[in-house]
Every structure is written in C-alpha cells, then in structure tokens.
C-alpha cells in the first residue's frame, strides 16, 4: 500500500445532513463574480474555513485534460477497477503513484504546486493519480497525517463531483464543494485536519440540490510532506 495512495486516508465519521446556507466563493484574483461553489451549514463555517479551501474552475484547459489523460491512461488500464469491503475508504477505483512526467505535464503540475505550497515547503515528490469509474465514490476520510502534511492540492478530470466536508468535531458542520471537470481545489489546515472528505456516489451527487452528473473521474493529487515529526507520530 502507497504512502500517498490508499494509506493516507483513514475514515472519517459519515453524516446526511441537508445545507442550508450557499455562501462561500470561488477564489477570484480579479474580483469577477462567478458561481456558487461551495455550500455551508452556516455563515460562521464559511469564515472558518475561507482560508483554508481554494476553488479554481478551469485551472486545466481541455487540451492540457487530453495531455494528462494520454500520459496516464497506458498505467491506468493495466489495472483493474477495484471494489473493497463496503467499509473501506474508497470503492470502484485503480490508483498509481507517478514520478516523472512529460514537460508538458509537468509544467501543469509545478503550476498546481506553486499555487498550493509556499516557497522551500518539502512536497511529496511521487504525484498520487486515483481513477474513480462512473459508480466509484470515496467515503468520509481525514488523509493520515503520517503520510501527508498539511496541504492537499488536487486536479479533477474527465468528470464533475461534489467534494463534502464533514466536521470531525461538530456534527451539524458541513461544506459541499463543487468541483468542476478540470478545477484544482486545495484543503489546508482546519479543512484538512478538522474535517473528513469524501467525494458523493454518482445518487448522492447534488449540489444544492442540482444533479452533478458523475462520470468516470482522474483525480491527480499533490501533497506536502508531513509537517513536524510529532505529527508523523500520530
Ligand atoms: C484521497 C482523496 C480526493 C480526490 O485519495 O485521499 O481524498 O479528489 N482523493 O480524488
Ligand atoms: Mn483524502
């Protein structure tokens, strides 16, 4: 099992609550109005975590989704889907872990890191890939903080979903987070630590009540290097 793959999710506490509040926005450098992509239990949560959870619809373009996808999919199909025990983490997925990459996808990737980590802050090297099919979903989890530091910066190809956030704490805290084919998201500090993630089974996925249709989804996934040696005690 892979130190960034399967061993860094640990559950998390599911819960169905409905959202009642549509607060949060998208990050917007120019201040442009865009759509609603998050959705809170409460405008207190929403301030909570603006700092902490960072959308960017179209941060891939369709030709750089092709160019990833053709670099991926030769290691993909060589696997099979995989359908653990109902309690595991994850069901209906094939998972890789990639180091090198063409300069073309690595251009994308340095692009996804430089948004996502500061300076001189020690990454993962090895990129984690998840391959959800159509029915695959993950289940509520917190990444193991012996594996991944405080920073989860993902891509999210081929297909939309809807990222929810759990607290670990306070059972009525919930975010829903859209995520479009080709954004990047980014969950750091509270929204890594104090809140479980999932991504919604294809009848689960609504987003404020809208039908997000789910297809097969390439999820490709950067992280940081855990971030003192008491926290990969833990
Ligand atoms: C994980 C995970 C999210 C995603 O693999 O631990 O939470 O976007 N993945 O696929
Ligand atoms: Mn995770």
Known sequence: MSPSGLCVRALGRGRALRPRVLLLQPHRPHGAPGPQLMLASSPALVQRLSRDVELRPGFVSPAEEAA???EL????KRQRYQHDHWDQAIHGYREIEKLQWSEQNAAILQRLRDIAFPPGVPQLSMVHVLDLEKTGFINPHVDSVKFCG???AGLCLLSGSVMRLLSEDNSGDRVDLLLQRRCAYIL?????????????KEEESFFGGQKVLRNRRISVICRNLPVSPVAATG
């Open 188 to 200: 750091r500090g509270a929204a890594r630590y104090q809140f479980s993630h999932q991504i919604l």
């Open 68 to 70: 990833l996808l053709q």
């Open 73 to 76: 999919e030769p290691r993909l």
């Open 150 to 152: 405080d920073t989860i």
